[in-house]
C-alpha cells in the first residue's frame, strides 16, 4: 500500500460539521475498517479487552479467534504470503505479545508484511513490573521494520495507517502498534486520514540508469549467465516481468525456497531450487557461471554454502529494493536498488538494445547435467511409504492453482522439490526462521485469504504437534483446510543430519521411542476430536484415494496421517560449511547418490 493509497481511503460520516469523537478501541477498529480490511486473527485479554468490544459490532471485520497466539502471527503470515495483502493479528500484553514473537521474526526473515496489534497495561503502570506487562516494543525492536507505543488515543488512526504503510512498502516486513489500556479507553477526536509523518522512511523505487544499463551490458557479456531469484520477486509482484527477462536473455534460472513459483517449474529455462538440497543443475549452474544476476535474493548460506568459496568466478549483479542486501555477502559489480517490478522492466528495455550473448555452450553443459541428475528418490526398505511419492501425488492430484504450506524440515525440502509450481504466492514456508508449527496456521491465514481455493499443509510430525490446536479454530470457522502429515515418528532432518554426521547416533530425535505397537498421540483420534475428517494411510495403493477423498471434502478440515519411513533422506545435499562443488561427488557416485546412498 502506498502513502497515496493511505490518503484515498473514504473519511468516516461527519454527523455534521464536528469531527466524531470515538475512545481509543474505537479508532482501532474504525482505522482497519477504513484501510480496507476484512479479516483478522486474534486472542483477547485483559490489556487488549477493550478493542474487542467495538469489535464485535463491525460488520466490516471478521475476527477468527485462535488458540494461541503465536498460531495468529503465522495466520496472519500466510493470509499475506497467498494473498499480497497485508496479514493483522492481535493480542493481549504480556504472554499474548510474547506469544507472537516467533511469528513476527518469522515475518521479518522472509519479508512478509503483518501488522501486529497488542495491548498494554496502563501507561501509569508501565516500568513497574504490572500484571501481565512486558517491553514488547524492546523484544521486537530488532524483528520488526518498525515498533509503535501508543499513548494517546488521538495518535491511533496515525499510527495503524503507518503501521500498513511501512509494513506494505519498501522491503515488505511486520510492524507492531503496543496501545496501551489508557489509551484504549480514553477519547479523542477521529481525524481521518490522518497525516502520515516516517522521516528517513524513503523506499527507493526507481534504479539509476548508469546501473541498469551497465547490468545489461554484463548479460550481453555472458558466456554462463544464470538469473538467482529470490522471494523479492515474490513480494513485489514481478512473476511477469521477470519471465519477459529471462525469455529475452536465454539465461537459465534458478529459483530459492522462498522463490518457488516465481518462474514456472514447467519452463525449459527453470532449474530448479539451488542450494542446501538443491537440484545438481541448479547448484552447479551458480557455482560455475561467469554471471550472476540476483534478483531479490540475499546470497543465503543455505544457498552459497560456504560463502568465500561461492560462484568463485562470476560477476554479480545485484537488485534488491533494501539497499541493506546489496554486496552484504557477496560484493556486488552492479548494485542496484529497486522494486523489481520497475527493475525488470527497465533492464528487459535496456537489454534490448544490446548484442544477445551466445550461450549455446552453456545450455549443452546444463542440459547434460539435467539428463544425468533428475531428482531421484531410492525406495523405502522397511515398506512404509516413501514420502516423495506421497508429496508428489498430492501436488499433481491438486493442482497448480492450489496453495501449499509447509513446516520446516524433510518435509519441507521434499514438498519445495516434487510440487510442481507454476505460479507466485502457491508456495507457503518459513525460510528464514525455520520455524516448527508454520504449516496448520499458515494454512488456515491462506485459505481465509483465498477461499476459493484448495490449500494444503504439509507437516511433519513434530511441526503439527506444536500448533495442530489451530484445527479447532478452522473446524469452528468453516476453513476446510487438508493437512497432509508426513508421519516418521521422528525430528526427520535432525535425525538424517545424526545419521550422516554424528555416526547414527540418534539423540532425542525419535518421537515414539518405547511405543512402537501404539500411537502417541494418534493422529486421527486427535483430528477427530478437533472436528476434522481424519484418515490414516500405510500403504501405496490407498495414497491417491486418500488425497482425492481430502480434495472432496470441503465441509470441515481434512487430516491424512501418513505413516512413512524414517530412513527416507533429503538428496542430493552439500552439507553445512563447504563448498558447494561438494555436490561434484554426485557426478562420480550419481546412482549412489541420487538413490540417496
Known amino acids: 500500500m502506498s502513502s497515496d493509497t493511505v490518503a484515498a481511503v473514504p473519511r468516516p460520516p461527519a454527523g455534521g460539521s464536528s469531527t466524531p469523537v470515538l475512545t481509543g478501541a474505537q479508532a482501532v ?3 482497519l475498517e477504513l484501510l480496507g480490511v476484512t479479516d483478522v486473527f486474534g486472542l483477547p485479554g485483559g490489556a487488549i479487552i477493550e478493542v474487542y468490544d467495538p469489535l464485535m459490532d463491525s460488520t466490516d471485520l471478521r475476527h477468527i479467534l485462535v488458540r494461541h497466539e503465536q498460531g495468529a502471527g503465522h495466520a496472519a503470515e500466510g493470509y499475506a504470503a497467498a494473498s499480497g495483502r497485508v496479514g493483522v493479528a492481535i493480542a493481549t500484553s504480556g504472554p499474548g505479545a510474547t506469544n507472537l514473537v516467533t511469528a513476527i521474526a518469522d515475518a521479518y526473515m522472509d519479508s512478509m508484511p503483518i501488522v501486529c496489534i497488542t495491548g498494554q497495561v496502563y501507561s501509569t503502570l508501565m516500568g513497574t513490573d504490572a500484571f501481565q506487562e512486558a517491553d514488547i516494543v524492546g523484544i521486537t525492536m530488532p524483528i520488526t521494520k518498525h515498533s509503535f507505543l501508543v499513548k494517546d488515543p488521538a495518535d491511533i488512526p496515525g499510527a495503524i495507517a503507518a ?3 511501512i509494513a506494505s512498502t519498501g522491503r515488505p516486513g511486520p510492524v507492531l502498534v503496543d496501545i496501551t489500556k489508557d489509551a484504549q479507553q480514553a477519547k479523542a477526536p477521529f481525524v481521518w486520514p490522518p497525516k502520515i509523518e516516517l522521516p528517513g522512511y524513503r523506499p527507493v523505487t526507481k534504479a539509476h540508469g548508469k546501473q541498469i ?3 545489461a551490458q554484463l548479460i550481453s557479456e555472458a558466456k554462463k549467465p544464470v538469473l538467482y531469484v529470490g522471494g523479492g520477486v515474490v513480494r513485489a509482484g514481478a512473476a511477469a516481468e521477470l519471465r ?7 539465461a ?4 530459492t525456497l522462498m522463490a518457488r513459483g516465481a518462474f514456472p517449474d514447467s519452463h525449459p529455462q527453470q532449474l530448479g531450487m539451488p542450494g542446501m538440497h538443491g537440484t545438481v543443475p541448479a547448484v552447479l549452474a551458480l557455482q560455475e557461471s561467469d554471471l550472476i544476476v540476483a534478483l531479490g535474493a540475499r546470497f543465503d548460506d543455505r544457498v552459497t554454502g560456504k560463502a568465500a568459496l561461492f560462484a568463485p568466478h562470476a560477476k554479480v549483479v545485484h537488485v534488491d529494493i533494501d539497499p541493506a542486501e546489496i554486496s552484504k555477502i557477496r560484493t556486488a559489480d552492479v548494485p542496484i536498488v529497486g522494486d523489481l517490478k520497475d527493475v525488470l522492466v527497465d533492464l528487459d528495455a535496456a537489454f534490448a538494445g544490446v548484442e544477445k550473448p551466445d550461450i549455446s555452450e552453456w545450455w549443452s553443459y546444463l542440459d547434460g547435467l539435467r539428463t544425468e541428475f533428475p531428482l531421484g528418490a531410492a525406495p523405502t526398505s522397511d515398506g512404509l511409504l516413501s514420502p516423495q511419492h506421497v508429496i508428489a501425488r498430492i501436488g499433481e492430484l491438486t493442482g497448480p492453482e492450489g496453495v501449499f504450506a509447509a513446516g520446516v524440515g ?3 525440502m521434499w514438498a519445495a522439490q516434487y510440487i510442481g509450481y507454476e505460479r507466485p504466492n502457491a508456495w507457503l514456508n518459513s525460510g528464514g526462521a525455520g520455524t516448527m508449527g508454520y504449516a496448520v496456521p499458515a494454512a488456515m491465514g491462506a485459505k481465509v485469504a483465498q ?10 510430525d513434530g511441526c503439527f504437534q506444536m500448533t495442530n490446536q489451530e484445527l479447532a479454530t478452522c473446524a469452528i470457522n468453516n476453513i476446510p483446510i487438508k493437512v497432509a502429515i508426513i508421519n516418521n515418528s521422528s525430528l526427520g532432518m535432525v535425525r538424517q543430519w545424526q545419521t550422516l554426521f554424528y555416526d547414527g547416533r540418534h539423540s532425542n530425535t525419535d518421537l515414539n521411542t518405547g511405543h512402537d505397537t501404539i500411537r502417541i498421540p494418534d493422529f486421527v483420534k486427535l483430528a477427530e476430536a478437533y472436528g476434522c475428517l481424519a484418515i490414516r494411510v500405510e500403504k501405496e495403493e490407498d495414497v491417491d484415494a486418500a488425497i482425492r477423498t481430502a480434495l472432496e471434502t470441503n465441509d470441515r478440515p481434512v487430516v491424512i496421517d501418513f505413516v512413512v519411513s524414517a530412513d527416507a533422506m533429503v538428496w542430493p545435499m552439500v552439507p553445512q560449511g563447504v563448498s558447494n562443488s561438494y555436490i561434484q561427488y554426485a557426478r562420480e557416485h550419481a546412482p549412489a547418490f541420487e538413490q540417496g546412498e
Not at 537459465?252 to 529459483?255: D, E
Not at 477461499?451 to 511433519?460: C, F, K, L, Q
Open 29 to 31: 477498529v474504525r482505522s
Open 163 to 165: 503501521a500498513f504503510e
Open 213 to 215: 544499463q551497465a547490468a
Open 244 to 250: 519477459q527477462l529471462a525469455e529475452a536473455t536465454g
Open 252 to 255: 537459465p534460472v534458478v529459483t
Open 410 to 412: 524433510q518435509h519441507q
Open 451 to 460: 477461499p476459493d481455493r484448495t490449500v494444503w499443509a504439509i507437516d511433519g
